[in-house]
Nanobody, 117 residues
């Protein structure tokens, strides 16, 4: 059974930092592209950042220079370091795994990030 379990969300003040983690099980983690998506109330889910099995990264323009995605294949875990957080970063953040060229993709349950003073 495949599981993606996110952690690290919470309430933070504007300008603060949070580190999200997503621990995977039930998949051969190293071959999957791992991504973070987010969905704010009333908005569509959007891609925040992704990292391929070759460690190539991709970021949404809105988070470039502030967020860093990384992965540890030995721990089957992907991270999202979020710095200089803004109110508009408030959303539920979802971990996503997909095996390029196949039908295999999985979602985590989401973790809430709230940026507010």
């Amino acid at each position: 059974q495949v599981q993606l379990v996110e952690s690290g969300g919470g309430l933070v003040q504007p300008g603060g930092s949070l580190r999200l983690s997503c621990a995977a099980s039930g998949i051969l983690f190293s071959i999957y592209r791992m991504s973070w998506y987010r969905q704010a109330p009333g908005k569509q889910r959007e891609l925040v950042a992704s990292i391929g099995h070759g460690y190539i990264t991709n970021y949404a323009d809105s988070v470039k220079g502030r967020f860093i995605i990384s992965r540890d294949n030995a721990k089957d875990t992907v991270y999202l370091q979020m710095n200089s957080l803004k109110a508009e970063d408030t959303a539920v953040y979802y971990c996503h795994a997909d095996w390029s060229g196949t039908k295999y993709e999985y979602w985590g349950q989401g973790t809430q990030v709230t940026v507010s003073s």
